[in-house]
T-cell receptor, first 113, second 109 residues
Framework: NAGVTQTPKFQVLKTGQSMTLQCAQD?????MSWYRQDPGMGLRLIHY???????DQGEVPNGYNVSRSTTEDFPLRLLSAAPSQTSVYFC???FGTGSYGYTFGSGTRLTVV | EDQVTQSPEALRLQEGESSSLNCSYTVSGLRGLFWYRQDPGKGPEFLFT???AGEEKEKERLKATLTKKESFLHITAPKPEDSATYLC??????????FGQGTRLTINP
């Protein structure tokens, strides 16, 4: 049982490049979400999904796109990378409303130069 | 707007020295208050969910309590392996978690 798997673990991009951060879970969780973690800012919600085909914006969605074609996968796309998107990105999933706790991946450390 | 404030930002204790971490919150319709532990370079690890004022939960040396305005994470006789950043989060009417900035706890042997 792998839980939540994020790839890659590290990535360096040049300003203006695009890329996709991958997130997959094998627990049949309905709810999946993406957070970014910056020093002094805590974890901030980017986008979330309550099930396949359903996505919604979180607190800081600008510059990011998501889609949810399957229950297992929830990729995060950076359309045109900017230095302000340098951060650590975490994917999380849960059953239902998350009252039993969210399971987080190990994170992707992204640097935009 | 849901908000979470944690204090202190950092806390350094000697092994065996008990203390408490604070999480103050404002939320519209609390559905749950969560505590997570985060080790360096890793994702947060779920510890507890509290649902209503007066509720308490325990796990090993950790005990979480909840009032209508704040939650405390009490750590009793801590060990060096308890060193980590502890995160508090609330879930309100929408299905979203709002996190505090965390308390970085260091336990010296």
């Amino acid at each position: 049982n792998a839980g939540v798997t994020q790839t890659p673990k590290f990535q360096v991009l040049k300003t203006g490049q695009s890329m996709t951060l991958q997130c997959a879970q094998d627990m049949n969780h309905e709810y999946m979400s993406w957070y970014r973690q910056d020093p002094g800012m805590g974890l901030r919600l980017i986008h979330y999904s309550v099930g396949a085909g359903i996505t919604d914006q979180g607190e800081v969605p600008n510059g990011y796109n998501v889609s949810r074609s399957t229950t297992e996968d929830f990729p995060l796309r950076l359309l045109s990378a900017a230095p302000s998107q340098t951060s650590v990105y975490f994917c999380a999933s849960s059953f239902g409303t998350g009252s039993y706790g969210y399971t987080f991946g190990s994170g992707t450390r992204l640097t935009v130069v | 707007e849901d908000q979470v404030t944690q204090s202190p930002e950092a806390l350094r204790l000697q092994e065996g020295e008990s203390s408490s971490l604070n999480c103050s919150y404002t939320v519209s319709g609390l559905r749950g208050l969560f505590w997570y532990r985060q080790d360096p370079g890793k994702g947060p690890e779920f510890l507890f969910t509290l649902y209503s004022a007066g509720e308490e939960k325990e796990k090993e040396r950790l005990k979480a309590t909840l009032t209508k305005k704040e939650s405390f994470l009490h750590i009793t006789a801590p060990k060096p392996e308890d060193s980590a950043t502890y995160l508090c989060a609330v879930q309100g009417g929408a299905q979203k978690l709002v996190f505090g900035q965390g308390t970085r706890l260091t336990i010296n042997p």
